[in-house]
């Protein structure tokens, strides 16, 4: 568990991993700057300074190539460790070959030559490239970047590698202390390939598990709430590269790998929504379809506010003046919008911001519009978890007063912006207009929406069964393949099953609720086979070849009718290489991963000249471009948020549930005896912390539960600060936001909210 | 069938406070205003509208750390003292196990209950406004609709388990044989004041998590109704007893309390 407070923040969840221990003895091993819940749950706690997950992981991959303790015949077999790469390939002081003066990389040599060495020996070879590689992350390095205590670090070493042999299973998880750094992709990289070479991925109790943050954020990614991708993860057109249908279909469809189907996928996703509209002659309305061309992930969308780009904002359950980071430079963005319409359970501090401490209403312009929602209880649909499963709630009360269903408000919002555009028309009203959108005349029938995305036929309108039948001709029509099966039977849909039986004894429970694709519990399960088909374990058969035809536990993520040998080497069906990549190509910042300090950092580059990450999107020249230098006399402590089990998120619902906020009333800053004692602080004095961006006064609770870690030679002090509090509802307090960084990760743009430096003064 | 009980395993409590908050929704308690506490315990004790409360302990042993989360609530004596304590017998040790203030109307409010209780802060609140005491009654009503007590349903990790005292008397001695390294080897509520029907494991000696290891092991009412329930002047007797042993227990807690 790295970067992850399940016991904090995801109890039920740990209530399974309750079960594992007590039932198959499983010893749990906490990585986390700080003594977290979980941590006191740990059988192996092992501290590590905020942002060097990269550094400390790949000290492991180092201990078990180099003590022998990976699983040679699963690296062999599932991943790319065979692969030769092009022989111009280098990494040299923290640089891959190909930098480019605009900060980017050219990507030409980081390709496969073609050729591959099983034997694992060629120097160029995948393998070879990762084990020099990581050579230099041995225990005392990795000890001393991170500050993890080096017999403890070996320790977790020992303990994690000893799931390399067949026989034994590990299981990985991480959350937003893993991903949300300037290098979160290839900290979850790091944990991934962590896992491919200690055999680990495809099996019954493995994986890389995200702990998500939400409850449903599985499911709003799956259905394409994302700034980059439409549902089912087919990628937003861009202008420049995807002007037209036909270079969409050629640039993104892959010759090898499930992704071929695309064209299907995508084609009818364009039929549920354009109907009768969409036809074989007009590209089946692509040129409908809103393509990029720039960045709108979230920071940039604050930056555009400033410009005047952005001039009106929905924030639709999402709190952005308590959740997004820089949140003070954030409501200096907003003051510029014409309108903002919130969507949310109470007046939050994003509908509020106007009227924040500080803020003068009378030079705010913005129009605001509150429209009350209805909570989860209060309006039925589905929500997926992290494991995938597509479970149906229902209703449980009608929602108090004016508040309303998102679907309501949506259906309402759809059809007063259509009936505007038939009356007084528009620049390009054709998407619109043509839209189809047939959920029920006064009232959005929620099991329409659920029909239209599982999909169905266009002739008969009877639902598809799964993806599998889904066509690039137009004769079906699918609002996300990956839920295709989900509602295939209006009378019985599989997300409303909940019958818990288990008879493999593997916790597949394939008739509780529906598990996106095609209801797989377990991804990559190929992987849970040797080649020829035997289980690595008899204790985890989740599939076995008989000689004759394939005994199933689970449905095959692989193609059954064949023999193993067949599909030995197409494990990693999503992939066009079929095999798990030990070294990317296509991530953005490295083919494999090398530690950065954060952004801001309290000390210099142990490993290279590389301070950060060369990618990290800093945003230069906006409000946003606010760091301090690393080892900055100013700014001596390293700060990282987190969260408390009381509250959720930015608090916008739970500081408003008086039990709650009984239990968590104050916003507050943590920090070690050690400081404290260096400050002349006492718990329950006021401070003011500081960063770059911005300062706010919280009380100080001195705990033992933090404590100062040895970087270096030197002891650095931390500052944990929890984000739940803002300047709406019954308990009021410090934005935790307000003192975080925007430098963002290349690849995903997430904000380095979990590692940056911060000063404390006593009040 | 035997009386009931819940075992609590506090090295499987992660302290989220579920049965905290699910004790305050079954029970209709109003919330209370609370301020910032360190150890971020909340409220920082039990009161009339808070009668469980998880506690939370950070213990320092030298350059290691622990942290533990313990919910406390009434212990549910099988030979209560503060039924025995009280006059007007508003209170009742029901079949099933659980100790009840079942006739508030009938309270005079003399509060011998409460100087009573050999847990101190553990038992029994006294609301002053109205004069009225409140404790958990192990969900009383839940008990006999076949329901498990609200803390206990709402618990996700196992750490409270609710059975028959007898069989959860046995699995805690089967999870300490079956651990022994990790757990003390003592059954909290055991033997305590002669036995409690709420029963406690834990990995950290209970001494350090606030757990009053030095009351007797005897039945408290054995112990006095012995010299007591012959004297002729009772009610003059027993409450100044009850009071010498208010007096006595306190001090002992405050004591202790420093360490804390
Ligand atoms: S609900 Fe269970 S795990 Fe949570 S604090 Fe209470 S006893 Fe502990």
Redesign the interface.
Known sequence: MIGANP??NH??A??WI??GR?QKGSKLIVADPW?T?????ADLYVPLRPGTDTAFLNGIMNYAIQNNLFHREYVVAYTNASYIVHPDFKIEDGLFSGFLESGKYDTSTWQYTGEKDPTLQHPNCVFQILKRHLSRYDIKTVSEITGAPADVYEEVCKLYCSTGKPDRVGNAIYCMGLTQHTHGTQNVRALAMLQLLLGNVGLPGGGVNAERGESNVQGACDIGVLFHVLPGYNPVPSAKAHPTWAAYREKTTPSTGYWVNRPKFLVSMLKAWYGEHATGENDFCYDFLPKTAADHSHVSTFQDMTKGVVKGMFAWGQNPVVGGPSAVQAREAMKNLEWLVCVDLFETETAAFWKAPGADPAKIATEVFLLPAACSYEKEGSITNSGRWIQWRWQAVEPPGEARSDLWIADRLFKAIRKEYQENGGVFPDPILKMKWDYGEAECDVVKVALEINGYEVATGAPVQSFTKLADDGSTACGDWLYSGYYNDVHNPPCKRRDNVDPSGLACFHRWAFSWPANRRILYNRCSVDPSGRPWHPERALFRWNGTGWVKNDVPDFNAKLPPVETADKAFIMLPEGQARLFAPGVKDGPVPEHYEPVESPVGNRMSGQQHNPLAVLWKGSIFDKYAPAESADFPYVATTFR???HYQTGGVTRNQ?????????M?VMISKTLAEKLGLK??DWVRVATARSEFKA?V?????V?PLTVQGRKIEMVCIPWHWGFQGLATGAIGNDLTPAAGDPNTRIPEYKAFLCNVHKV | MGQYGVLVDIT?C?????C??AC??WNDL???????T?S?T??PQMNFNNVTLVNFH?I?KGDK?????VKMQCFHCLEPICFEACFVHAYKKTPEGAVVYFNPEICTGCRYCQLACPFLNIQLKWDEVFSRVRKCDMCYDRLVRGLKPACVATC???ALKFGERDALLKEARERIAKNPDKYVDHIFGEKEVGGTSWLYISDVPFEELGFRTDVMHESIPKYTWKYISKAPILAVGLPILFAAFYVYTKRRAENEDGGH
């Open positions: 016991a904090s109890p039920i740990f209530r309750t079960k007590e003594f819940q979980s941590a006191a749950m408390l089990p009381e008086p039990y709650l906020v009984e239990l968590a009333p104050e507050f718990s329950g009380k609770a001195v705990s033992s539960l404590r | 499987k992660i302290g989220c406070r579920g905290q908050v305050k929704n109003p919330a209370t205003k609370t301020t910032f360190a971020r909340n409220p950070t320092e750390v622990q942290w533990r989360a996700p990790t196992g």
